[in-house]
């Protein structure tokens, strides 16, 4: 049993379980109706997003040509981001995650194309330190 963490709107791996949307926003010209379907999520849990404002900060990142700063602000997004993962509603779900993840197969998601890039490598990490079981 385990988590595995995913890019939304990637096929479904063998086992996967039930697929976690950890965005802010659903899919763009995607029909609610075809959100499972088309392998992007069964439950979406905003929960576990960044904030508007972080992830601008994030996705800026992305833009950004110098490197040094690029580094810099994703090390500040990843701090910030920890910090409102960490109040006391969203720590208590990450802990039932990681606790579920030793009886149960399901995966969490994110649109974005680089893991290392994106708020789930932070999400992978809070749940790693939480003991959680992940693939």
Not at 5 to 24: D, F, K
Not at 66 to 71: F, G, L, W
Not at 111 to 124: T, W
Request: one cysteine or more; hydrophobic letters at 35%.
């Amino acid at each position: 049993m385990s988590i595995r963490i995913v890019r939304l709107g990637t096929p479904r791996a063998a086992g996967e379980g039930v697929r976690l949307g950890t965005v802010r926003r659903p899919p763009r010209g995607v029909p609610k109706a075809q959100f499972a379907s088309g392998n992007w999520y069964d439950v979406w849990y905003p929960n576990l997003s960044p904030s508007v404002e972080t992830m601008k900060l994030a996705l800026g990142t992305h833009k950004e040509l110098d490197v040094t700063k690029a580094s810099r602000d994703w090390a500040l997004f990843t701090r910030l981001f920890r910090k409102e993962m960490s109040e006391p509603d969203t720590a208590r779900t990450l802990d039932m995650l990681a606790a579920l993840s030793h009886g149960a197969d399901f995966s969490l998601g994110c649109y974005c194309e680089e893991e290392g890039k994106c708020h789930r490598s932070v999400l992978r990490s809070l749940l790693s330190e939480r003991g959680a079981s992940i693939e």
